[in-house]
């Protein structure tokens, strides 16, 4: 098989099985920082967090990765 396209399949396959995962694990996540829930439906601010469920926190507006821990940068 082509190699590019067994590249795409394999990068079509992995969106999916994180999209099934973000679903799946789904729960409220609080900040670090200041202990606030997140809304469950979050918008992600950029293509790191919409690939990896980051939040950006609506209390503090302190970054958190996808377990509500703060994010140093
Ligand atoms: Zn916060």
Redesign the pocket.
């Known amino acids: 098989m082509d190699g590019a396209i067994t590249g795409l399949i394999i990068g079509a396959v992995l969106t999916v099985l994180i999209l099934v995962w973000m679903m799946l694990s789904r729960k409220p996540v609080k900040?670090a920082?200041?202990?606030?829930e997140q809304p469950a439906v979050r918008t992600p601010k950029n293509a790191q967090q919409a690939m990896w469920g980051g939040y950006t926190?609506v209390?503090?507006?302190?970054e958190l990765d996808a377990k509500g821990a703060l994010k140093k940068s």
Request: glycine letters at 30%; aromatic letters at 0%; charged letters at 10%.
């Open positions: 900040c920082a200041c202990g606030r926190c209390g503090c507006g302190a």
